[in-house]
């Protein structure tokens, strides 16, 4: 990922997620990115995505760690639910066959 910095660093940085799952690391770490004004370039997701979940996990942390003495720690706020945890809503559930008579 190539990073850049648009403008300066001033809004507070959100602690990370602790998740197993991939896509919700990967989420939180561009979350992360974007909270501190950092843009990430273009990129191949399979260069995220190669990676294990820990793997993100402790980079995300690492970037947090050296974001929080510059411009702060947001307090953590209610989030939204992980994508591992979304269900369906009613009207996205898979159509049912009508009865036959």
Known sequence: MH???VGSLTEP???PLSTK???DAAMDMLR???EAGITAGAFDAD????LEVDE??????????LLKP??????????PKPFSL??????EQPATKPAEH
């Open 56 to 65: 993100i996990r402790i980079a995300t942390a690492a970037l947090f760690n």
């Open 32 to 34: 992360l990115l974007k």
């Open 86 to 91: 979304l269900k369906p809503l009613a009207d």
């Open 13 to 15: 940085v959100q602690a």
């Open 3 to 5: 990073l850049k910095v």
């Open 70 to 79: 510059m411009v702060g720690e947001r307090p953590t706020a209610r989030r």
């Open 47 to 50: 260069d995220l995505f190669h």
């Open 21 to 23: 799952n991939k896509l």
